[in-house]
């Protein structure tokens, strides 16, 4: 009894995306699905990517959370667009809760929406929102066997930020098993070693961004 | 049309959760549903916990995870009874997949079944398994605002294991902070301050876990 159900959720859920998706496109923004576990970093990584890019395109915020504001008060203290979704207890966004935020946001005037998702590295991953790429944080403080046991997040991922590398010289990860993994799951992924604490590795994270924004706006 | 079928599998959950603690009850057997994000250490726990009492005790382990029998393998190396269950893509487990899975263990044998659910802190919380206790971990590495921002798990959890306290230094992690949000959320838990890495607070955390079976035990 339960199979079909779900399979009912997932697909009205993917018409709802479909719709989201032409939305976006006629709108001219690029959107990304952002997504890891609980204090992998997402808020930081928004923070330091925003206040990079923000003096070139113009950005707005949809943060997924249970409850709460915490997260969207950091954004909107950049002064960037921000919308916050409270779940009320889901574990992650569906394509309907991302049509009722947009009403929220002044789409005439935005290059690109980026969705913070509920803090889960299984669930986000099955719902479609309409995005453009699905990007995700891996913290190394999870351990090099996250990509083994959580396979659905890495192989729908464009992109995955291992985060916390400052931390590398106090815990048990192993760099080249992890990436391996990742590779095996999904071989085009692209990867970047970062610390959103230092700021390490970022540059090529922006520089990446930048041109997957580029290249949507050239169609 | 989302909320009633959410309500149909949580109620048909919460009747085999109830089977499932009849069973134990008559078994005599004490059972722990250790929840945590992933990576916070549930695994590294159970190796600890596993070594200080199975001498003491007869003790079962289910691991579940999405795949893999990476867990599994751990804790059997410790000559433990151990039940794998690979959900297949669920984020949590079951009361059904629980009783399932007891057809594999000797339950005429047993003191105490742990289960060690998916690494998820959200769904697992939603679902009764027939369990005496919830226990949880939060890793310092995750950050002091996830009690607020993932509040239900906290406030069913009868134990919250703050782990990796050797990385105290490295991280930003106020522990006033975060113990004051989880105490409004359940004034009566025991908090451990624990490192399953070097140990640290483990022995306080052995006795409370020896009393509750202990208590359980004497009915």
Known sequence: MKIPVVKNILKANQQVANENRCLFMEKGIYVMNLMSSPGAGKTSLLERTLSSLKDRYRIGVIEGDIQDTCDSDRIAALDIQTVQINTGGACHLDATMILQAL?????????????????????????????????????????????????????????????????????????????????????????????????????????????????????
Chains 1, 2 share one sequence.
């Open 103 to 219: 009403y929220s946001l002044d789409l005439d005037n935005l290059d690109m929406v980026i969705v913070e998702n509920v803090g889960n590295l299984v669930c986000p991953a099955e719902f479609d929102i309409g995005e453009n790429d699905k990007m995700m944080i891996l913290s190394v403080t999870e351990g090099d066997d996250k990509p083994l046991k959580y396979p659905l997040m890495f192989s729908l991922s464009s992109a995955l930020l291992i985060n916390k590398t400052d931390l590398l010289p106090y815990v048990n990860f192993d760099m080249k098993k992890a990436k391996d993994t990742i590779k095996k799951l999904r071989p085009d992924i692209k990867i970047f070693d970062v610390s959103c604490k230092d700021g390490n590795g970022l540059d090529a994270w922006y520089d990446w961004l930048e041109k997957r924004i580029k290249a949507f706006k050239a169609g």
